[in-house]
């Protein structure tokens, strides 16, 4: 059995050698391998001792007496080595920040969940036994409750660098991203032990910062809100030597910690020392640890790999507790306009593991769809809540590698944000061709015949393309007559940018039938597809104004006999097959106004019990049945996270027959 885990460093620089330091330490860790691109670089054997020096990243992974890599590239590299090292089956400790983003983060981390391997962020403080001293402070009351904390990093480099990894935009420098996430990470665990846990989450953020001429920031400032009142104000410097001191301010006294992320020290030794000041007295306890700073995690790390573990225990960064401090990190740089060159579509051109696009062939199968020229894949990806292009490019990249190449848009949707984030992707990825991409427009209050054209026209500007496959006025208008709708949508097709089939979205059948009553009269292109809500949880009321439910026996009777496609919205009612807790649960005013009654509990019940049956979950169940419907259904669907995506692919495993749906229907 294996007692020690023989660790490589990928990446030669001064933290490396803090880590190795740190190894000498552990009873449990040993360094292994060195991985350099310049294996002829001046030194390295002697700040690496002993360590064998590997010539390339992709050898170290490649090794098969390597156990876990410690990735200490720059920034930029962290998600790439770190979901590489996933695939070779390694385990990983990440130097902070674990990643760019919180998207960047959750994307790395579904690599080791699939792999089964450890993945952990390097804040090698949370698990100095100061930490657990401070804790332990707290809990005994020493400064009564946590009214606010007071958190600093920075340091002050003289003058402005743009080529140096701490000022430049490709190499996401900055203070935020290099030491504002120590004050960030700290707040949220003292934020946690007000309340009992390992961590808490703020409920508001407010963020700023002085940028240099590389859009990166020199100091920055950001004031962080609990939910139960408590403030943190945390602040971080590579231009300015701030105090560094770590403030506690309590209902009876303070608590100081100068120097707190090295423990007081430096790199080598820090011996944790904790400043209580109450009643007018100051009372210095020291936790007297003479061993390396990094050893502690080092450690943990090793010892959490030899139990079979994916992730640290607290107060070390769990998967949670990462993803929550790179989520603050990405409001603080949203609030100060930082977007990294390297995040921007002109620079991001392959997936985050640094691949060229895979093809677009996987587990979601094609199909051919009424009007169309090309294979439609049996469910369409939307993405409107995505505010960045390298946050949103993670999940468009894995669904055009599992299959999907159905891509729902809208000219409302953040407020022209999807249709900008498509055209950036499909752009830099060269899958225009392949795609099927729906368009909208016409929503409320604009819902005329002439608004169709003229935000069509602005649609495909933004979405770099100069046609749509699919096209739907978004609302419908009864006042207007339908004639007039269906000769502006003639026109574009004739015009060659609708190149598939369109129709309405939340139209009835009433309206729908006369639309293509007129078009077969007046030689016009009819509508030949529908994008309606239809699930096995019918909508009882309106998710939103306007909208338009296609799940009623008779609507669904039309589909049928009509054999329209219906691209199916909110297919797997909004969570209501997740939402598991019963009738009792109504904290949530839309599921209960849209989906409670009766025949939806019978019909969740009824998925519960198949489900089980097939081994899979109600969700998978309800997708399922939305894709084994006797007309063309293509459900649209909104992960936003990979596992989440893959979750829903999970329906594709099941085959319900005939007889299982009208017994799913029944309930």
């Known amino acids: 059995m294996t007692t020690k885990i023989r660790w490589g460093i990928i990446g030669p620089g001064s933290i490396a050698k803090a880590f190795r330091g740190g190894l000498e330490g552990s009873k449990h860790g040993v360094l292994a391998a060195i991985a350099t691109r310049n294996p002829d670089r001046p030194g390295l054997a002697g700040d690496f001792p002993g360590a064998r020096i590997v010539h390339g990243y992709e050898a170290l992974l490649a090794d098969k007496d390597i156990d876990a890599v410690y990735i200490a590239v720059p920034h930029t590299g962290h998600a790439e080595w770190a979901i590489k090292a996933a695939a070779a089956g390694k385990h990983v400790l990440v130097e902070k920040p674990f990643a760019l983003s919180a998207h960047e983060a959750d994307a790395v981390f ?60 490709d190499l996401a420098g900055g203070g935020i991203m290099d030491v504002g996430c120590y004050p960030v990470s700290m707040a949220r665990l003292l934020a946690g032990a007000a309340i009992g846990r390992p961590f808490a989450d703020p409920v508001k953020i407010a963020g700023a910062a002085s940028l240099n001429a590389e859009g990166t920031d020199d100091v920055a400032a950001a004031t962080l809100t609990f939910a139960n009142g408590l403030l943190a104000q945390v602040s971080c410097a590579v231009m300015a030597n701030l105090d560094n001191v770590l403030r506690i301010h309590g209902s009876q006294g303070r608590i100081e910690v100068p120097d707190f992320w090295f423990a007081g020290g430096n790199r080598d030794q820090g011996l944790g020392q904790i400043d209580v000041i109450a009643d007018g007295k100051t009372e210095s306890i020291s936790v007297n640890e003479t061993a390396h700073v990094y050893s502690f995690e080092a450690e943990a790390a090793s010892l959490a790999i030899l139990a079979g573990k994916q992730e640290f225990d607290a107060p070390g960064m769990s998967w949670v507790d990462t993803l929550g401090n790179l989520r603050v990190l990405d409001k603080w740089r949203a609030d100060a306009g930082i977007e990294f060159s390297v995040e921007k579509a002109t620079t991001r051109t392959r997936t985050l593991d640094n691949r060229s696009l895979g093809p677009n062939r996987g587990a979601i199968p094609k199909r051919a769809i009424p009007g169309l020229g090309k294979q439609a894949s049996a469910v369409a990806l939307g993405f409107e809540d995505f505010r960045t292009f390298s946050s949103g490019a993670i999940l468009l990249d894995a669904f055009w590698e599992r299959g999907g190449n159905v891509f729902d848009t809208a000219y409302v949707y953040g407020a022209g944000y999807t249709e900008k984030l498509f055209g950036e992707w499909h752009r830099s990825r060269g899958t225009r061709e392949g795609a099927v991409l729906i368009g909208k427009g016409a929503h409320s209050p604009l819902v005329y015949p002439d608004v169709i054209g003229k935000q069509l026209t602005q649609s495909l500007d933004r979405l770099q393309t100069d046609y749509v496959d699919v096209y739907f006025m978004h609302r419908d208008n009864p006042e207007v007559p339908v004639g007039e709708f269906v000769d502006a949508m003639d026109a574009e097709v004739k015009r060659g940018r609708i190149r598939g089939p369109y129709g309405g979205s939340n139209w009835t059948r009433e309206r729908m039938n006369a639309a293509i009553a007129y078009a077969q009269a007046n030689g016009k292109t009819p509508p030949q597809a529908l994008s309606n809500n239809f699930a096995l949880a019918e909508m009882l009321d309106p998710i939103w104004d306007g909208c338009v439910t296609a799940a009623t026996p008779d609507f669904k009777q039309w589909l049928i006999d009509r054999q329209v496609t219906n691209f199916s919205w909110s297919s797997q009612a909004r969570g209501f097959f997740t939402d598991l807790a019963g009738r009792d649960k109504r904290d949530n005013e839309e599921m209960v106004r849209v989906w409670y009654n009766e025949q939806n509990f019978a019909r969740r019940d009824r998925a519960i019990e198949l489900a089980h049956k097939l081994g899979h979950s109600p969700i998978h169940v309800a997708l399922a049945y939305v894709l084994t419907q006797p007309f063309p259904s293509v459900p649209l669907i909104g992960p936003r996270r990979l596992v989440e995506l893959d979750d829903s692919l999970k329906a594709f495993e099941i085959q319900l027959t005939p007889e299982q749906v009208k017994w799913l229907e029944q309930g």
């Open 110 to 169: 579904h690599a080791h969940r699939q792999a089964g391997t450890f993945a952990g962020e390097a804040f090698m403080y949370r698990l100095h036994p100061q930490v657990a001293k401070l804790l332990e402070l707290l809990k005994s009351g020493v400064i009564g409750d946590i009214r606010l904390i007071q958190s600093s990093f920075g340091f002050n480099m003289g003058r402005f660098q743009p080529e140096h990894r701490l000022f430049a935009s």
